[in-house]
């Protein structure tokens, strides 16, 4: 798996940015995908996910009517559309994958960060 994230940048609050991750050696064992985020001297918090075997998605309560995680299996591809934003959503996002069936397992892979900066 190697996850390569793109799609942030600078946007004055009320904003939209939509980011994009792709596996670009399109593994097939690929079951789950989202997106963390981490704010300077903040912990790591999970945005959104989607899991691709029981077609169910999530997204993180500060983030609802804002943002949608989306994506295509078979491209090993994921997006979040960011809409609203506002200035507590600036940080660097990374997107994960997660290789193992179990709902329960962590995520393993990690893609480099974008980062998205909100201006007040």
């Known amino acids: 798996v190697q996850l390569q994230a793109s799609g942030g940048g600078l946007v004055q609050t009320g904003g939209s940015l939509r980011l994009s991750c792709a596996d670009s050696?399109?593994?097939?064992?690929?079951?789950?995908m989202g997106w963390y985020r981490q704010a300077p001297g903040k912990e790591r918090e999970f945005v959104a996910g989607i899991n691709w075997s029981c077609g169910t998605v999530y997204h993180v309560e500060s983030v609802k009517g804002r943002f949608t995680i989306s994506g295509d299996n078979a491209r090993g591809t994921v997006y979040l559309q960011m809409n609203s934003l506002k200035p507590e959503d600036t940080a660097t996002y990374h997107c994960?994958?997660?290789?193992?069936?179990?709902?329960?397992?962590?995520?393993?892979?990690w893609g480099q960060g974008t980062l998205v900066t909100v201006s007040s």
């Open positions: 994960t994958a997660r290789t193992t069936s179990s709902v329960s397992a962590p995520f393993d892979y």
């Open positions: 050696a399109r593994t097939s064992s690929i079951y789950a």
